[in-house]
């Protein structure tokens, strides 16, 4: 991937596609005030270079719980016993490979890393916990906090002044 240097204009598409990646082409060239095909082209290069990781839908828990149920969501925060290089990395590809870990951050001061995870239900969390924290014996404490409500998700970067 090449290193892009931004303009204004790149920093303006960063912008509206993290407001709303499924406008057309189009709409996000009027948005920006740029030709279509200089948007087009623009976002290739956003996306080729990287900075552009992917475009996902973003569901709403609240609407889907009468079809799939509430689910928990746990803020978990996790120490290890030994935290060297190897320690921390083995743990961080393991827990980021299962599908109920959202988000993984390795984290200081305090504990090592801060995990978001969902789970349909508490045995599920349950198996969770087991599957990624007691089988492991280099984890030494294991801390979750379960959301009673998410007031805020905003999954962007600032990228405008």
């Known amino acids: 991937m090449e290193q892009i240097e931004l303009d204004a204009i790149d920093l303006r598409l960063l912008q509206q596609l993290q407001q709303d990646a499924s406008l057309s082409n189009l709409a996000l060239a009027e948005l920006v005030h740029v030709s279509a095909p200089t948007c087009l082209r ?3 290069r956003l996306v080729e270079s990287g900075l552009i990781a992917r475009q996902v839908a973003i569901l709403d828990n609240d609407k889907l719980a009468t079809q799939l149920g509430h689910g928990l969501t746990a803020i978990v925060e996790i120490t290890l016993d030994r ?5 921390l990395a083995a743990f961080e590809t393991r827990v980021a490979a299962d599908e109920a870990v959202q988000q993984c951050y390795r984290v200081s001061p305090g504990p090592d890393f801060c995990l978001i995870v969902f789970a349909r239900d508490m045995p599920d969390y349950l198996a969770l916990a087991q ?5 492991d014996a280099n984890v030494r404490n294991v801390k979750a906090f379960f959301s009673l409500k998410r007031s805020k998700f905003e999954p962007r970067v ?4």
């Open 131 to 135: 599957r990624l924290f007691t089988s």
């Open 83 to 87: 935290q060297g290089d190897e320690h």
């Open 42 to 44: 623009r976002v290739k």
């Open 158 to 161: 600032p990228v405008m002044p």
